[in-house]
């Protein structure tokens, strides 16, 4: 903020001053101008510290692009982490839900062996009885064998009769 002074160029001590009117106006003049010097200091310090402060904003705008550029390459890798973590899960899933289905084929093959063996362990179950029933019929078989050969034997001596009366019919 400045002020203007206005003083005279020229004082003349024949003007009918008094002289220590002129030093008051000299000592406030004085004063005037050491409160001038002290403002254009002050300016000067405010100058040198907008300058400070635009360079720090400039400092800082550089930062902040930088660290802007950083995040936006962050979130492009994020982005890539994420969709490549997005194909392996679905690609486990998939696997998952394959060895899932083996798992309930597997389970269902077994039970169905399961359920063969215990249809085979009840016909192994019934064998016994079968086995009683082929050996007495294998028992049956021995004893018609032997009528056979009972029925044979008297075959044979019937029919050694019959020709023994052909013979002694034609004679």
Excluded: F
């Excluded at 403002?39 to 907008?50: M, P």
């Excluded at 696997?95 to 062996?113: F, G, P």
């Excluded at 028992?139 to 020709?163: C, G, H, P, W, Y």
Aim: hydrophobic letters at 35%.
């Amino acid at each position: 903020m400045e002020k203007t002074v206005k003083i005279r160029a020229y004082t003349d001590p024949a003007s009918g001053q008094p002289a220590s009117r002129n030093k008051d106006h000299d000592l406030e003049l004085a004063a005037r101008d050491a409160q001038l010097e002290d403002e254009r200091s002050k300016s000067l310090e405010q100058l040198k510290t907008i300058v400070q402060l635009r360079e720090s904003l400039k400092l800082e705008q550089s930062r902040t692009a930088e660290a802007s550029k950083r995040v936006n390459e962050l979130e492009l890798g994020l982005q890539q982490v994420t969709a490549s973590c997005n194909k392996d899960l679905a690609r486990k899933n998939a696997q998952i839900e394959a060895e899932m289905k083996r798992a309930v084929d597997a389970e269902n093959k077994c039970k169905e062996l399961q359920d063969q063996l215990k249809q085979e362990q009840a016909r192994l179950a019934s064998m016994p009885d079968q086995t009683r029933l082929l050996e007495a019929k294998d028992n049956e078989l021995v004893d018609l064998r032997a009528k056979l050969q009972d029925v044979s034997a008297v075959l044979s001596k019937i029919i050694s009769i019959a020709e023994a009366a052909k013979l002694v019919g034609k004679s």
